[in-house]
C-alpha cells in the first residue's frame, strides 16, 4: 500500500540550531514528494518538491529537503532555525495518480 | 487578491441537515480538490475534478456530493449531516504540469 510516514509528532529545536523534520516513503520508483507548512487556523502552502534532478531541493523561507531514493525518504531542513518557523509540517507524496497522500504532520517547535 | 477562496469559514449546524460550501480559484487551474481534515489533523482527500470531469472519488459517503459549475468552482454539498462530519474542509487546485496545489483557509464544520 502507498503510505507516508513522518516518524516525529514533535520537533523541537533551539532557535539558530538546524532542524529537520523526517519524511519516508512505501513505494519506490519516481513518485513527486512535496513539502506543506500550515499556521493556526490557515490552509496549507507549499514549501518545495522533488520531481527529478538535484537530490537537494530549495523551497520557500530558507528551507531545503533532500531526497534519497535507496531509503525513499525526504527529508525537511533548515540550516538556522527561526521561532517563526513554528508551525505543522506535512510531506506529501503523488505516487503517480494524480493525488497526494499526506503523512500525519510534525509539529515543529522552535524554542526562543 | 485571493487565490483560493472558500464560504463560509466557519459553519455550525444541527444532525441531520444540509448544507454546502463553496470553493472558487482564480489560478486558472484546470484541477481541483476537496480534503477533510480531522481533529488529528489528519488530511485526506476526498475528491479531485479535472475540467468540470470527476477524476477522484474516495471511498466518501454518497451524502457528500461535489459540484463543479465550472473550471473556477468546486462545491461541496453534504446531505443529512452527522456528528462525525465535523472537520475542517479544504478545497485546493493544481496546474497539472506542476502538481503544487495551492489550498483555501478551510471552512470549519461543527455538528451538533
Known amino acids: 500500500a502507498q503510505s507516508v510516514a513522518q516518524p516525529e509528532d514533535q520537533v523541537n529545536v533551539a532557535e539558530g540550531n538546524p532542524l529537520t523534520v523526517k519524511c519516508t516513503y512505501s513505494v519506490s520508483g519516481n513518485p513527486y514528494l512535496f513539502w506543506y507548512v500550515q499556521y493556526p487556523n490557515r490552509g496549507l502552502q507549499f514549501l518545495l518538491k522533488y520531481i527529478t534532478g538535484d537530490n537537494l531541493v530549495k523551497g520557500s523561507y530558507g528551507f531545503e529537503a533532500e531526497f534519497n531514493k535507496s531509503q525513499t525518504s525526504f527529508h525537511l531542513k533548515k540550516p538556522s532555525a527561526l521561532v517563526s518557523d513554528s508551525a505543522l509540517y506535512f510531506c506529501?507524496?503523488?505516487?503517480?495518480?494524480?493525488?497526494?497522500?499526506f503523512g500525519t504532520g510534525t509539529r515543529l517547535t522552535i524554542i526562543p | 487578491d485571493t487565490a483560493v477562496s472558500q464560504t463560509p469559514k466557519y459553519l455550525v449546524t444541527q444532525m441531520g441537515n444540509d448544507k454546502s460550501i463553496k470553493c472558487e480559484q482564480n489560478?486558472?487551474?484546470?484541477?481541483m480538490y476537496w480534503y477533510k481534515q480531522d481533529s488529528k489533523k489528519f488530511l485526506k482527500i476526498m475528491f479531485s475534478?479535472?475540467?468540470?470531469?470527476?477524476?477522484i472519488n474516495e471511498t466518501v459517503p454518497n451524502r457528500f456530493s461535489p459540484k463543479s459549475p465550472d473550471k473556477a468552482h468546486l462545491n461541496l454539498h453534504i446531505n443529512s449531516l452527522e456528528l462525525g462530519d465535523s472537520a475542517v474542509y479544504f478545497c485546493?487546485?493544481?496546474?497539472?504540469?506542476?502538481?503544487?496545489?495551492?489550498f483555501g483557509p478551510g471552512t470549519r464544520l461543527t455538528v451538533t
Open positions: 475534478y479535472n475540467n468540470k470531469e470527476l477524476i
Open positions: 485546493a487546485s493544481s496546474p497539472l504540469a506542476t502538481r503544487e496545489q495551492y
Open positions: 506529501a507524496v503523488d505516487f503517480g495518480n494524480e493525488k497526494l497522500t
Open positions: 489560478l486558472g487551474h484546470d484541477t
